[in-house]
C-alpha cells in the first residue's frame, strides 16, 4: 500500500508540470495577480477530481465510456463552453493585475469548484491514467488489487497539489521582480491559449455531426 502511494504521488507530481493544460494555466494565471490561495484551492479540486479518475483508472473504469459515449460528449462540448468563458474573463482582466494582496477575502470555495469541474469534465483522463497504470503494471513494482487502488490515488492527489504548491511558491517569490507590463502580456496570451483550447474542442466535438448534415 505504500509503493502504491508513492507511484501515485511521484506520477502526480511529475505529471502535473507541463504548463500547458487548462488547469495549469488557471493557476499560473492567478499566481500571478497574487491570488495564491484561490490559485491553491483550484488545484486542491483539480486534483481531487483528477485522483478520483486514477482510481478508476485502476478498476479498468474505461469500459464505461464505451458503454456511455454520451457522457464524453456531454463533457466536451461544456468543457468547451468553460474554456471560452475562461478565456473572455481573463482577456478583460488583462488591465487589472493587483500587485498587492486584495483585502477582499479569497472566493477559495469557488476556486476549488472550478478546478474539481473543469478536470472532471475531462473523462479523457481515464484513457491518461489507464495508460499510465499499464505502465506502472508493466514494471511489476506494484501489487494491482482493491487494496492498492485508493492509495495510489490518494499518492495522485497529494502529488498534484504539491507540484502547483511548488509553483505558486515560485511564482510568489519571483512575482514582483517581474514587470507589470509583463505580467499583464503574459495573461492576455494565457487567455487566447484558454479561448484557442475551447473553440479547437468545440470544432473538435461538433465536426462529426455538422459534417453530417452536409453529407
Known sequence: MVIAALIGLIIGFVGSMPVAGPIAVLVFGQGLQN???DALSLAAGAALAESVYA???FWGFSAFLVRYPWIELAAHVCASVVFIALGVYFYRK???VPRERAAAAP???RSFLLGLTITAMNPTLVATWTFTVTTVYSFGIVRFDARNALPFSLGALVGIVAWFSCLLYLLDRFRTSVPQLAVQRTLHVMAIVLLLVGVVIGVATTRPYVSHWFV
Open 94 to 96: 488583462r488591465n487589472s
Open 55 to 57: 482510481y478508476l483508472a
Open 107 to 109: 472566493h477559495k470555495k
Open 35 to 37: 491570488r495564491g490561495r
